[in-house]
């Protein structure tokens, strides 16, 4: 995947951000912009202050910001902050890592009422996006589509902290059942094989994950860690080891504690899914897992096929059968691409990596704003 970039160069002087949000984005906000603040610090390019959206006043907590990033913000306060900022010259940066301008159309029982046109968070979604300097995002489909309404669209690559799959694990009912997971694995000979994430809307890699289930030889414990809807955990009847949806740094911890042998990541052809970021790829290859994908974007673009994951083509449970199989009788293979994915994810998503990129596309915005503001101030002087 190829990611569009300002042109870098060096900050004039250390830049304070606001980061604005709404009460559901600290997990969004951690990814995108705390690590790399928390990766640059001590450099003298950049200190922050978080703030919500619906609360904050822009007379009192913007005094002296020089950049303010807005998070997958739609409320109606926004308004005023974007007024504020263009009175104070304040550089304007949206973020926005999943397709809301498709949503809506994609499963219209579940976001229509929120994500359509003329309806009030949907418009101050697009509200934010035309009047912002730029727009930053994740994904080359969700730039393409939100080109059109951008003074300036920047695609980074999503980034990971290998420190928070090292971390203990501090949630102890969560801990004792991890901890059951690894005596039976060590004690079967057996393997852990799952799913971990949030919703998702195809069924057929669940079905073969539940077969699978059935293994004896070598047993399978199956692991379903997060969130799938009703309707899939049928298909495990009791087989599964069901763990609750968590927040993120107890779900890192958690996954790198446990250290799966195999992890699923189905998603299907929406245009909303394939604008999402690769981040089970990032999770499980850093949780030592070999991983089966989707073969459709992001995974597609992330994912070198019998190299660094599988991928399957389409919804078909005898096709994800078939991949998930082949990486349990091949020990060797799920060795090696849990191996390779490691190392690829290090090189390209680490936070090490990323965050010069993160800063270089942040300072490049606000020092091209200061100095066309100082231009412009100088002009002025010689009339």
């Not at 790399?36 to 910001?65: C, I, K, M, N, W």
């Not at 928070?164 to 991890?178: G, K, T």
């Not at 790198?256 to 299907?268: F, H, K, N, V």
């Amino acid at each position: 995947m190829q990611f569009s970039l300002p042109a870098p160069c060096s900050p004039l002087s250390a830049s304070r951000i606001a980061v604005i949000g709404g009460p559901w984005e600290y997990v969004h906000n951690r990814l995108c912009f705390y690590n790399h603040f928390a990766q640059l610090e001590g450099q003298g390019l950049f200190s922050y202050v978080p703030l919500l959206d619906r609360l904050l006043t822009p007379e009192r907590d913007l005094l002296g910001v020089d950049a303010v990033v807005i998070s997958r913000g739609r409320h109606p306060n926004l308004r005023n902050v974007l007024n504020y900022c263009r009175r104070q010259s304040i550089v304007t940066i949206y973020m926005l890592d999943d397709n809301w301008l498709w949503v809506g159309k994609d499963w219209p029982d579940l976001y229509a009422s929120i994500f359509s046109p003329g309806l009030p968070e949907y418009e101050m979604f697009l509200e934010c996006v035309r009047a912002c300097d730029a727009v930053m995002v994740y994904n080359q489909l969700l730039a393409e589509d939100l080109r059109p309404y951008a003074r300036q669209v920047i695609c980074l690559p999503i980034n990971v902290r290998p420190a928070d799959f090292q971390a203990s694990l501090r949630n102890p009912v969560l801990a004792e059942q991890v901890a059951a997971l690894r005596a039976w694995r060590q004690q079967s000979g057996g393997l852990v094989a799952g799913y971990a994430g949030s919703w998702r809307y195809s069924d057929g890699a669940f079905q073969a994950l539940a077969a699978v289930s059935r293994r004896t030889a070598p047993p399978i414990k199956t692991l379903l860690f997060g969130r799938v809807s009703p309707r899939q955990l049928k298909f495990f009847a009791d087989r599964a080891v069901v763990l609750p949806f968590v927040g993120h740094e107890t779900y890192t911890a958690a996954l790198g504690t446990l250290r799966p042998d195999l992890l699923i990541a189905p998603l299907d052809r929406s245009r909303t899914s394939m604008s999402k970021c690769p981040a089970r790829y990032l999770d499980y290859s850093l949780a030592g897992a070999a991983g089966v994908y989707s073969d459709v974007p992001p995974y597609s673009q992330a994912v070198v096929d019998g190299k660094t994951g599988l991928l399957v083509q389409g919804d078909n449970a005898a096709s994800w059968s078939a991949a998930i199989e082949r990486l349990i009788e091949d020990a060797d293979l799920r060795h090696s691409l849990a191996r390779a994915a490691r190392s690829d994810v290090l090189q390209k998503y680490d936070t090490a990596v990323v965050a010069p990129l993160f800063a270089a596309a942040l300072g490049g915005l606000i020092d091209g704003y200061r100095r066309a503001r100082s231009a412009l101030v100088e002009e002025s002087a010689t009339c």
